[in-house]
């Protein structure tokens, strides 16, 4: 599961439980550290989600600098998911610890602070996986799509097939969609051994064409969703949804929200090396 609807609004679902984790877990160390010493100890396992986030963050980055330094500004683009977990993890423990070595008052209420957080986040992807299985094991959603301008209806798994495939579910309303499209437009044409396949979330022809030729895109490969059933087969409840499967026809990741240039290029060289 990618999102959840709250009303009009769709929510990424890891960075909630994550968030649920620390949160959990600050209010523990605070119950169990010693009355004048709580917010203190509280204030040490926020401290420690805040310096585990930057690491994970500078380490991804690093470890994609190429991507990453051709547009500099996307480093600071945190939506686009580019996390290194067991660096930040790591880096978060590594405070606590010395935090609890420095305090040694505080020092059961962080580890078991610490635990709480690893438990509730280790159960909430434990949750997903047993619910949706690892994305590697998960098939392609069995929807058939109408071709734009064209007579054709496949099912998704026939437009996948021997090559690394980008999906991207979009709206013409959906303002993320259209700030990312002009991106997904130059992958498509600068990357000819990566499939890229477009598909409208129930909107009639006619709106997708006159978004088309008003946005001035060349998009090849566009596809219709009249019941907007990819989505919710997908795990998304949310738009922009981009699925990212090998050339064995394996979903190996999926991102919610939108895609900038540095992200999209790690994704597909991810996708030509499995």
Known sequence: MLSISLGPIALPVLPLVLMLSVWMAAALARRLA??????????????AAGLGLLAARLAHVLLYADAYFAT?????????GG???????????????????????????????AVCAGV?????????????????????????????????????SQLIAGKPTVVNLW????????????TLAAAQKNAP????????????????????QRSGLTLANVWLDPSSSLGPASGSRGLPTT?????????????????NAAALQVQMDRLRRR
């Open 171 to 182: 709206a013409t309303w959906c303002g993320p969609c259209r700030a990312e499209m002009p």
């Open 83 to 113: 996390w290194h977990a067991a660096v930040g993890w790591a880096a978060a423990a590594s405070w606590l610890v010395w935090r609890g070595w420095r305090q040694t008052v505080v020092r059961r209420a962080l580890g078991l602070a």
């Open 34 to 47: 010693p009355t004048e010493l709580g917010p203190s100890a509280e204030n040490m396992v926020w401290g």
């Open 120 to 156: 509730i986040w280790t159960a909430g992807l434990g949750t997903l996986w047993l619910v949706e299985g690892k994305p590697a094991q998960q098939q392609v959603p069995d929807v058939m799509l109408t071709e734009f301008n064209g007579t054709r209806r496949l099912v998704l």
């Open 193 to 212: 051994d990566v499939t890229f396949v477009f598909v409208n979330q129930g909107e009639p022809p006619a709106t997708v064409a006159a978004y088309l």
């Open 72 to 80: 500099p500004w996307s480093m600071l683009d945190v939506r686009d």
């Open 243 to 259: 699925l990212f499967f090998n050339a064995k026809g394996q979903r190996v990741d999926a991102h919610f929200g939108m895609l």
